[in-house]
């Protein structure tokens, strides 16, 4: 196996490295993963690489992406619940799985690609690059549309981290009410992170709070998602194969099941993060060198316009459910 896709590996393992140190030098919100993605883009339309990479770059952009989607599982767990009170429980709750529905829906109503609509809408609902790397093995044949997401996701995360504040800041004077808002609609938790807690620390730590309670949904959302893709499909006979879930996913439910009811010792949850942060890095440095121009700009508009559409639909969800819940 290696001998033909060792060129592939070695030239990601390489790259992925060098995200990792650039990493060291940016903004945080600019990170290896983001990093390596535009690398790996960057490469792959200023550079010809020959096609004995091409084996060994489709082996890491999609083995390793699987892989990578167990370690994230060490770091979720539903003890996050109890710090939220019932209002909060059942508007994040109903959000996410709104917001799931209509992303499944809305992807083929306006026509852009499902797999990236379906992964844009998957991040922008749950915890963002994350979200996309869990779900992605499962919709995305074409690994191009996996970077374009992660990409959209990240570039309008980071809008709503500067932007949002300012705008709330408007209509709210309440920290708990702006904290809501801010962990309940921004995309990573370095979104939330950068900047609730740039207004105060009382809003940083209710928007963390919120938003730890939505990356605690992604093993329910992602069993949910694969229960809409599979509703109408070739698995629709025989109920009991809507479960019939990837070795990765039924690994990464039982970790955050057991780590519910466990604590893990903190340095192996560090230990897990780093490498799943590394194997996730690399991961996408394959995808993006399997990304031309062309094609990005072509799925990337159509992306981009549908992840600001679902975008301001969460934000208009979570602030009618926070008003009435």
């Known amino acids: 196996m290696f001998n033909k896709n ?47 990479f ?15 989607v167990v370690f994230l599982a060490f770091n979720i767990n539903f003890k996050t619940f109890a710090d939220l009170g019932l209002s909060s429980f059942m508007t994040i709750v109903l959000m996410v799985f709104v917001m799931l529905i209509l992303t499944y829906y809305l992807a083929k109503k306006v026509k852009c690609p499902e797999s990236t ?15 996309i790397a869990a779900l992605s093995p499962m919709v995305a044949k074409n690994k191009e549309n996996v970077g374009i997401a992660m990409a959209v996701v990240n570039l309008l995360g980071t809008v709503g981290m500067i932007t949002l504040p300012f705008v709330l800041g408007l209509f709210l004077d309440n920290n708990q009410e702006i904290g809501m808002m801010l962990g309940g609609t921004l995309h990573s938790v370095g979104n939330v992170a950068g900047s609730a807690f740039a207004v105060n620390n009382e809003v940083g730590e209710a928007a963390i709070t919120i938003k730890l309670a939505r990356v605690a949904l992604l093993s329910p959302g992602l069993i949910f998602f694969h229960y809409l893709l599979n509703k109408k499909g070739s698995l629709e006979s025989d109920g009991k194969q809507s479960f019939s879930l990837p070795w990765y996913l039924w690994s990464f439910i039982a970790i955050t099941i057991i780590g519910s009811f466990f604590t ?57 459910l926070m008003k009435v819940l």
């Open 54 to 68: 091409q084996p060994g770059i489709t082996f890491t952009s999609s083995k390793l992406l699987e892989l990578s």
């Open 264 to 320: 893990f010792p903190e340095k192996w949850i560090e230990i897990t993060e780093q490498i799943g942060k590394v194997v996730l890095t690399i991961a996408m440095v394959a995808i993006g060198l399997k990304i031309g121009f062309k094609k990005l700009i072509q799925t990337g508009q159509k992306g981009f316009i549908f992840g600001l559409l679902i975008f301001v639909i969460q934000f208009v969800l979570v602030w009618a």
């Open 6 to 52: 060792g060129s592939g590996i070695i030239l990601s393992l390489i790259l992925g490295i060098g995200a990792m140190v650039l990493s060291g030098f940016t903004p945080s919100w600019l990170n290896s993963i983001l990093i390596s993605l535009l690398l790996g883009i960057a490469i792959n339309n200023l550079i010809r690489i020959p096609e004995s």
């Open 117 to 131: 609509g379906w992964l844009i809408g998957f991040g922008t609902a749950i915890c963002g690059s994350s979200a």
